[in-house]
């Protein structure tokens, strides 16, 4: 736990090192995000339906040359599966929060700029529920993170994150993003794994960048 968040402590202190170093310009955002769940549980391996969640956040783009940039962000994001089977259906949604680090590549347009890029996220979980029903009858219980017995999930979470879209001259701005889990989440690996993955649909707002 004192590790994890020494690491995102660290990122931070870096990451604003780096923008009072570069000429930045700040971004916020927010939208939807389709989620599933990889896991291998009991020697059964198991890909979840998606789940619709919702994400929100704020990035700083920091100019690397004539093409190149570099992105921090920080976000709230949702993410968790589902599964149904005749008349037992169920659901996770996973409440995280998430710091990208993304390498951007970006085009000129006659309109903006068109983007390109990847990088590793680090993701914290911070709550959550699941949901279940069957013949008719529902109910739910909160997610526990933690690293003990009893906990469902390890809350530290890191994986790798690329995206794509475009930038308009007038501050307004596109995406969409895949972030897949590289990091195992069940406190105990012997019982098998759980990793996340999303897809993440935004709509977000460029301020204008520091001369």
């Known amino acids: 736990m004192k590790k994890t968040i020494f690491t995102m402590a660290l990122i931070c202190g870096l990451t604003a090192f780096a923008v009072s170093q570069s000429k930045v310009a700040f971004k916020i955002n927010a939208g939807m995000t389709s989620g599933s769940v990889k896991s291998d549980i009991d020697g059964e391996k198991d890909n979840t339906d998606d789940v619709v969640g919702f994400t929100a956040g704020v990035a700083a783009n920091m100019a690397l040359g004539k093409h190149f940039s570099f992105e921090p962000g920080l976000n709230f994001v949702q993410k968790g599966g589902k599964e149904t089977q005749d008349q037992t259906s169920a659901s996770v949604i996973l409440d995280y929060v998430e710091m990208p680090l993304n390498l951007l590549y970006n085009t000129a347009g006659k309109s903006g700029q068109f983007f390109i890029g990847a990088g590793p996220s680090f993701s914290y979980g911070v709550g ?14 909160k997610v526990k993170f933690g690293n003990g017995e009893g906990d469902l999930l390890k809350p530290f979470e890191m994986g790798a994150n690329f995206l794509t879209g475009y930038q308009f001259k007038s501050g307004l701005a596109l995406s969409v993003n895949y972030n897949i889990g590289l990091s195992d989440v069940l406190p105990d690996s012997e019982s098998g794994s759980w990793k996340n993955e999303y897809v993440g649909l935004k709509v977000g707002y460029r301020f204008h960048s520091k001369k």
């Open 128 to 141: 959550g529920k699941i949901k279940a029903e069957d013949n008719g009858v529902s109910g739910s219980v």
